[in-house]
């Protein structure tokens, strides 16, 4: 959070959308700048702290004079690092080192990190050990593993045990091949921030629980066998009808019950469909008075009892990434329409935030989210959601989204199916009376 000394701070409209912006030209001479200077200029602007890039450095760089000798350093602050293997490595190193000296002095080393989201790329590693044969690239990889295993393990460490930095493995490509956007993964992440209000309101349910105001995380370490129990029962049969909700990769909302189970499971770096649905099934088969509910409520208890040294930590920050890993696994897993899951995503996307900010959800009670499409009549609308008011006496609100995605790139095909969309909205409006559409293409 920038200390926004000189007032620059401002809001920028394009297309509806507002973005942040630090306006450098209340500077006299900043449009006398070269264009790297002004990116500087507005990067220190953005990332003023008063410590490491003060209003003097800010003020010497927006007076610039290119006659001048250069006595001042420009405290630049990347929005992100790629660093390959021979010069990351021992960045890596330096942080471990660091580490261990504050440890050493009382500190708390876990505060020590990269500033900025970093990546690291192992690249030229693998060697042609073996060639001519369809699996040699992979005997090659496995080759390099074994060769500098005490290298991966350390870097293998490292992108655990440090916050905003990542390790592309060997065999991925060389450095400058390597698509560090990654638009996927950045969508993902954007999506898995939609998970913290339903984290929020598990960690509120924890303190109530507990009569604690510690964090989720101290909770979850600290508490008893039956405190812990306490807490996911109380999650799990909450009767109260506006909450958060949880979904997958494509934006399906999880049934409630089925969303606690999931969250419980995925923080203790479990698999909740693949792994623990078995055993819980096995358990209900050898005594079938166990409910399955309170099968998994008994199961995650001792887990997060037996796992919780273990996996280290429950703070939003690390099991972000987890969510983060679900959902591409759940994306992967899941085929269909991509544009109705972005469409679905998208709309999942705004209610949440909605509820991040507010806690509640407006005028409505509740909001379904369809998982998948609907029939009217004769026509199908491929996403929509259900809007219950809190007034019983208002109707409830049905939002239809039909997505204009067959055949629609050109030609007679995108004429007949706008057709279909105008006669989908006229049967939409007729049989369905508290409703809104919003078509898209």
Same mark, same amino acid.
């Given at each position: 959070?920038?200390?926004?000394?000189?007032?620059?701070?401002?809001?920028?409209?394009?297309?509806g959308?507002?973005?942040?912006?630090?306006?450098?030209?209340?500077? =006299?001479?900043?449009?006398?700048?070269?264009?790297?200077?002004?990116?500087?200029?507005?990067?220190l602007?953005?990332t003023?702290?008063g410590?490491?890039i003060?209003?003097?450095?800010?003020?010497?760089?927006?007076?610039?004079?290119?006659?001048?000798?250069p006595?001042?350093?420009?405290q630049?602050?990347?929005?992100?690092v790629?660093?390959?293997d021979?010069t990351?490595?021992p960045c890596?190193?330096?942080?471990?080192t660091m580490?261990?000296?504050?440890?050493?002095?009382?500190?708390?080393?876990?505060?020590?990190?990269p500033?900025?989201?970093?990546e690291l790329?192992?690249d030229?590693s693998v060697i042609?050990?073996?060639?001519?044969?369809k699996?040699?690239?992979?005997?090659?990889?496995d080759?390099?593993?074994?060769?500098?295993?005490?290298?991966?393990?350390?870097?293998?460490?490292?992108?655990?045990?440090f916050d905003?930095? =990542?390790v592309?493995?060997?065999?991925?490509? +060389?450095?400058?091949?390597?698509?560090?956007?990654?638009?996927?993964?950045?969508?993902l992440?954007k999506?898995a921030?939609?998970?913290?209000?339903f984290?929020?309101?598990?960690?509120?349910k924890?303190?109530?629980?507990?009569?604690?105001?510690k964090?989720?995380?101290a +909770?979850l370490?600290e508490?008893?066998p039956?405190?812990?129990?306490a807490?996911?029962?109380?999650?799990y049969f909450?009767?109260?009808?506006?909450?958060?909700?949880?979904?997958?990769?494509?934006g399906r909302?999880?049934?409630h019950?089925?969303?606690?189970?999931?969250f419980f499971?995925?923080?203790?770096?479990d698999?909740p469909?693949?792994?623990?649905?078995?055993?819980?099934?096995?358990?209900?088969?050898?005594?079938?008075?166990?409910?399955q509910?309170?099968?998994?409520i008994?199961?995650?208890?001792?887990?997060i009892?037996a796992?919780?040294k273990?996996?280290?930590?429950?703070?939003?920050?690390?099991?972000?990434?987890?969510?983060?890993?679900?959902?591409e696994?759940?994306?992967?897993?899941?085929r269909?329409?991509?544009?109705?899951a972005?469409?679905?995503t998208?709309?999942?996307?705004?209610?949440?935030n909605?509820?991040?900010?507010?806690?509640?959800?407006?005028q409505?009670q509740?909001?379904?989210?369809?998982?998948?499409q609907v =029939?009217?009549q004769?026509?199908?609308?491929d996403?929509?959601?259900?809007?219950?008011?809190?007034?019983?006496?208002l109707p409830t609100?049905?939002?239809?989204?039909?997505?204009?995605?067959?055949?629609t790139?050109?030609?007679?095909h995108?004429?007949?199916?706008?057709r279909?969309?105008?006669?989908?909205i006229?049967?939409?409006?007729?049989?369905?009376?508290n409703?809104?559409?919003a078509?898209l293409?």
């Amino acid at each position: 959070m920038s200390k926004d000394s000189f007032k620059t701070k401002t809001t920028l409209e394009v297309a509806g959308k507002s973005y942040e912006i630090f306006d450098i030209t209340g500077f =006299k001479r900043a449009q006398d700048l070269p264009f790297s200077l002004k990116i500087l200029l507005e990067n220190l602007l953005r990332t003023e702290d008063g410590a490491n890039i003060t209003a003097e450095q800010i003020e010497k760089l927006a007076a610039w004079d290119p006659s001048a000798e250069p006595d001042t350093e420009i405290q630049f602050t990347p929005a992100r690092v790629i660093m390959q293997d021979f010069t990351g490595v021992p960045c890596i190193v330096d942080l471990a080192t660091m580490r261990e000296a504050i440890a050493d002095l009382g500190g708390d080393p876990a505060k020590v990190n990269p500033l900025s989201p970093a990546e690291l790329v192992i690249d030229h590693s693998v060697i042609a050990d073996l060639f001519g044969t369809k699996d040699s690239f992979e005997q090659n990889v496995d080759i390099e593993y074994q060769r500098n295993k005490e290298r991966y393990r350390f870097l293998r460490w490292g992108q655990t045990a440090f916050d905003e930095f =990542k390790v592309v493995p060997p065999g991925t490509g +060389i450095v400058h091949q390597v698509n560090i956007t990654n638009y996927r993964l950045m969508e993902l992440s954007k999506l898995a921030d939609q998970y913290k209000p339903f984290y929020d309101w598990v960690e509120k349910k924890a303190k109530a629980i507990t009569h604690s105001h510690k964090l989720l995380n101290a +909770i979850l370490l600290e508490s008893s066998p039956s405190q812990i129990k306490a807490i996911l029962s109380a999650c799990y049969f909450d009767a109260t009808i506006e909450k958060p909700v949880l979904f997958d990769g494509v934006g399906r909302v999880y049934k409630h019950q089925r969303a606690c189970f999931y969250f419980f499971a995925w923080v203790i770096r479990d698999a909740p469909q693949q792994r623990l649905t078995p055993l819980i099934t096995r358990m209900h088969h050898y005594n079938p008075q166990l409910h399955q509910t309170q099968a998994q409520i008994d199961t995650l208890t001792e887990l997060i009892v037996a796992y919780r040294k273990v996996v280290g930590g429950f703070e939003w920050n690390v099991v972000r990434e987890i969510f983060i890993d679900r959902l591409e696994g759940s994306r992967r897993s899941i085929r269909g329409h991509k544009l109705e899951a972005f469409v679905r995503t998208a709309l999942i996307t705004s209610i949440q935030n909605h509820f991040s900010i507010h806690n509640h959800y407006g005028q409505f009670q509740r909001i379904e989210i369809q998982d998948k499409q609907v =029939k009217i009549q004769n026509h199908t609308v491929d996403v929509s959601a259900v809007f219950h008011p809190k007034d019983s006496d208002l109707p409830t609100l049905h939002l239809f989204m039909p997505i204009k995605t067959r055949e629609t790139s050109g030609g007679g095909h995108a004429h007949l199916f706008s057709r279909d969309i105008l006669m989908a909205i006229q049967t939409l409006k007729a049989h369905v009376s508290n409703c809104k559409i919003a078509v898209l293409s």
